[in-house]
């Protein structure tokens, strides 16, 4: 396709060895005396003691809290649609398929 | 244009049966009887498709000690065999889930069983 | 506001329903010519008398091999569902 | 489990429905009915044992997955017809004309002739196998289920 | 019977059906379209002799179909590879697997029949099949309550569908798609047939504002299972396709039909993604990308339609649209696949869905991290990843057709990263959870599964060009050229 003209597998593999190659220097520039389970591991909070995994954790309803704010007009009527009602998935079948037959009839007259 | 039957009054009570089957699915909240609506869906289908084959004054296409005549068509008819036989299917398996539902939800409304929302 | 959406979706959906039925051949005078084929032909081709039986069986035989699956999986589904728990021990 | 009376006039009427659904399924290729008419007759006498007798009554002669083999084996019957002609065609009638079934009857109305119709009358057979172990089967354990229920609460 | 010797047939019988769709797909690449007429003195005798309509059964596999057998058939190898350490905790197995090879045979018998009766027959027999499978795990009620509405749904879909049959049986006496093909007029019953037809396969493939049974039904059924049923969904999309291209052709109006399907599809792809964030249960979550992604097929190939009556513009861009509208359709199979198993992997570890329970699965559960960003990157059209070529074709030609479509699209790609990156951060990564102290990775044929769909998805990233020349391109022409499939069939009458 023209679109894909350009594509060069070549290109991917160097670009990811690349990556892989940036990514071991910064690892071999960092601490070379690290070991595990001593004092080096436990999170540094000025001395107080951090709070456990529970809340330091952010859960998944806190993600994009605002977006959903901002779009509130958008998603109350929305998710209010999704009533999990097997007679309401038949009306809307029954409503697309008379607004497609009026739609073709509507155009066959024109 | 309808010689002998006016209007195609066959036809007419397929669409009717069909209008009264979705009017049956989309208004009733108990399960049991939107298994029913399907169940008349179905059987207004089986009946389109009966009718379809119908000729004027035909007789069944069987040639065992036939009387003379035109025949009816006999594809229809086994379309018809086809489909009764899959309603059949689906009513039964609809019926099974339906009684799990009930043991446990213990109702069979399809607003009160109903767990997944949104 | 709701109930208005859905009786003029389902009266629109009925009324092209009705049109179907008067737009169709009258009824009496089907179309026929696969199924004339068949009459004059499945005692020659056949030999069964029961035309339907033929086309079950015989010119429509693939539908049939599928309707015995359709009945199959139902059968398996409903077994299937009803089956025994695995008893705890 | 209902009355004696019930039960009796079961036991009486269950034959007729038996022999009858096995003459439809038979005569399929010559009289209207078949393979799937002949077995919805049959499984409709298996309901009436389970409407008199009570289904567990019944479940203890008839095993769902002696009837889930039943079918299974019906199916296998209607592909292994079905491969039979893979020779020429799959699904080819290759019966006609042979000494087995192989009648070709005379051209329009006839008395009708049991040995004609090449693999049609097998095929009914097994679908009518089929259908009965299947119906029945779904019956059975749909019956059992709900009498299970009725237990529970 | 042992387990064991099940399993190993199950496996054996799916990749032997593996085996031959590939030699079958070479031969019609290399020879045109395939026909077999069922039950006849030939199987090339499509029309008895001296007669003038056929009037039996006749498989029709041409490179579209083939196309759709072989996404078929490797989505069901790998679910079955991945199901078979899910069922050691579940009793009733045997026919478990019974229904998934029904499954399979249903979607093949959909996507190899020329005959219209015979695809509802089958289209019955996924669903049916599908359904049983959803309810499962009898033990859940939200379980059995999806597989209620899948089996409700579709055979009230399916019923329209045998309705729509009827009246071009009565209007032309023939069900051969080919041979009504060649003598449809688009009388206003044709339109009343085609509307029902339309909306019965949408409803089946998930389009918004009929995509509600979606959610419910992809996020309860079992482990393995799920790509499986979206396939089935696919195969639905294939069979409107079918309607559109080959049954009516460019007898309708393809202008009116083409817009109505991009308007779908556009409709599909903005409110599948943004209820998609939404969600908090992590399968839900990929249910309504599903959705989403079903509606980038629906633009591109709408647009091709929406072009079809005029051969330059659908030379210039609408066939390039059409090309990456079917190659979305395989590597939405693969790598959507792909996601549902890894959700399935958190569930069958962790015993939720629940997104607001997990965190930390990074340090448990290695593989499946790495599985999941590989499927997330390709989903949200991340170079290099093969989600990125097909969006892109589809991104360039529709923008020659109408721009405020592609700028949608972009921007529903956009979200539909931002989603995964909340799943991601959600599930896998923050600390370790002491909850989840001794959570250990899946078992192996599950690995084996999910890792058979990324090889795959990275041989696709890396020669996205070779796929399109070798099977996208041949199935788009299949459905462009009708007069292609009519004189198989009609052999040039």
Not at chain 2, 23 to 34: A, D, G, H
Not at chain 5, 44 to 72: G, H, K, Q
Not at chain 5, 482 to 490: D, F, G
Request: charged fraction near 10%; proline fraction near 4%; hydrophobic fraction near 55%.
């Amino acid at each position: 396709m023209a679109s894909l003209a350009f594509w060069n597998p070549i290109a991917c593999i160097i670009a990811f060895v690349v990556l892989v190659a940036i990514i071991y220097l910064f690892r071999s520039r960092g601490q070379k005396k690290y070991k595990k389970g001593t004092a080096q591991t436990q999170i540094f909070l000025s001395g107080e003691k951090p709070p456990d995994a529970e809340q330091r954790h952010i859960r998944a309803h806190n993600i994009y809290w605002g977006f959903f704010q901002a779009l509130k007009r958008y998603y109350d009527p929305t998710i209010k649609a999704h009533t999990g009602i097997i007679n309401d998935y038949i009306i809307w079948f029954i409503a697309l398929a008379a607004a497609i037959a009026v739609i073709l009839f509507i155009v066959g007259l024109i | 244009m309808t010689q002998g039957i006016p209007f195609n009054i066959p036809f007419l009570a397929v669409a009717v049966m069909i209008g009264i089957a979705f009017y049956i699915i989309i208004s009733q909240r108990n399960l049991i009887k939107l298994v029913m609506g399907l169940s008349i869906l179905a059987s207004g289908v089986n009946l389109f498709l009966i009718t379809l084959g119908y000729r004027k004054g035909g007789v069944a296409p069987i040639y065992t000690h036939t009387p003379a005549g035109i025949m009816v068509l006999p594809i229809p008819q086994a379309l018809t065999l086809t489909s009764i036989v899959i309603a059949v299917a689906c009513l039964a398996l609809m019926l099974s889930m339906i009684i799990h539902i009930y043991r446990h939800t213990g109702s069979t409304d399809s607003e009160k069983s109903r767990i997944m929302k949104g | 506001m709701r109930k208005i959406a859905i009786t003029v979706s389902l009266s629109i959906f009925i009324g092209f329903l009705i049109a179907t039925a008067f737009l169709i051949h009258p009824f009496g005078y089907p179309p026929s010519e696969m199924d004339d084929y068949i009459i004059e032909n499945t005692q020659s081709e056949t030999g069964a008398n029961s035309a339907v039986t033929a086309v079950v069986f015989d010119y429509r035989g693939y539908d049939t091999l599928g309707e015995a699956t359709i009945l199959f999986a139902a059968v398996t589904g409903v077994v299937m569902l009803f089956r025994r728990k695995k008893r705890e021990n | 489990m209902m009355s004696k009376i019930v039960r009796t006039m079961a036991s009486l009427l269950i034959l007729f429905a038996l022999i009858y659904g096995l003459y439809i399924i038979m005569h399929g290729h010559l009289t209207p009915g078949g393979g799937f008419q002949g077995g919805a007759v049959f499984a409709s006498g298996v309901a009436l044992l389970i409407v008199a007798f009570g289904s567990d009554n019944v479940h203890k002669s008839l095993k769902e997955h002696h009837l889930s083999i039943l079918e299974s084996s019906g199916a296998l019957i209607f592909i292994g017809l079905a491969f039979g002609g893979i020779a020429t065609v799959f699904f080819y009638n290759f019966l006609v004309g042979s000494s087995l079934f192989g009648h070709i009857p005379p051209p329009g109305s006839n008395p009708g002739d049991i040995w004609t119709a090449g693999v049609i009358p097998f095929m009914n057979i097994a679908v009518g196998l089929k259908v009965l172990a299947g119906l029945s089967a779904i019956l059975l354990v749909m019956a059992l289920a709900t009498t299970l229920m009725e237990v529970e609460e | 019977m042992s387990e064991k010797a099940r399993d190993i047939f199950v496996i054996a019988t799916l990749v032997f059906v593996e085996f031959l769709v590939i030699i079958l797909a070479r031969d019609i690449y290399l020879n045109g379209l395939h026909i077999y007429t069922l039950g006849a003195s030939s199987p090339n005798l499509t029309i008895p002799e001296n007669y003038i309509v056929p009037v039996r059964i006749i498989l029709e596999v041409d490179s579209m179909s083939i196309f759709m057998a072989i996404i078929t058939a490797t989505v069901s190898l790998a679910a079955a590879i991945y199901s078979l350490s899910f069922m050691k905790e579940e009793t009733g197995g045997d026919r478990f697997y019974t229904l998934l090879l029904l499954l399979a045979a249903g979607m093949f018998g959909m996507e190899l029949t020329g005959d219209l009766f015979n695809l509802f027959v089958f289209l019955e027999i996924a669903s049916i099949a599908g359904a049983a499978l959803t309810a499962f795990r009898t033990r859940f009620a939200d379980a059995v309550e999806g597989g209620l509405k899948y089996i409700v749904i579709s055979s009230a879909a399916a019923l329209m569908v045998l309705f729509a049959i009827g009246i071009l049986y009565a209007q032309y006496n023939l069900l051969n798609i080919g041979a009504l093909a060649q003598v449809i007029q688009y009388t206003m019953l044709d339109k009343i047939a085609l509307a029902l037809l339309a909306t019965a396969f949408t409803m089946k493939l998930a389009g918004v504002p009929m995509h509600m049974w979606a959610p419910d039904t992809y996020s309860v059924a079992p482990a393995g299972t799920t790509p499986m049923i979206y396939i089935a969904s696919q195969a639905c999309l294939y069979g409107l396709f079918r309607t559109c291209f080959t049954l009516y052709g460019v007898t309708l109006n393809t202008a009116t039909i083409g817009w109505i399907v991009i308007i779908i599809g556009v409709l599909s792809m903005f409110v599948g993604v943004t209820m998609a964030v939404h969600q908090s249960d992590v399968k839900r979550l990929m249910a309504y990308h599903a959705i989403s992604q079903s509606g980038y097929m629906l633009l591109g190939v709408g647009v091709g339609l929406a072009v079809l009556g005029n051969p330059e513009a659908l030379a210039s861009y609408g066939r390039e649209a059409m090309s990456g509208g079917i190659f979305h359709i395989i590597n939405n199979a693969l790598y959507k696949g792909l996601l549902f198993l890894t959700a399935e992997a958190l569930f069958f570890r962790l015993g939720t869905r629940d997104l607001n329970k997990m965190g930390g699965m990074c340090r448990n559960m290695k593989y499946t991290s790495i599985f999941f960003i590989i499927g997330a990157l390709a989903i949200s059209g991340i170079p290099p990843f093969n989600g990125f070529t097909s969006k892109l074709m589809i991104y360039e030609s529709v923008y020659r057709f109408n721009p405020i479509l592609s700028v949608i699209a972009m921007l529903v790609s956009i979200i539909t990263l931002a989603s995964f990156t909340k799943a991601f951060q959600a599930a896998f990564t923050g600390p370790a959870l002491p909850q989840y102290k001794d959570v250990k990775e899946v078992p192996k044929p599950m690995l084996i599964g999910m890792g058979i769909l990324t090889i795959i998805i990275i041989f696709f990233s890396l020669f996205p060009g070779l796929i399109v020349s070798s099977i996208v391109n041949p199935a788009t022409d299949a459905l462009i050229n009708q007069a292609t499939y009519i004189n198989a069939v009609m052999g040039g009458l």
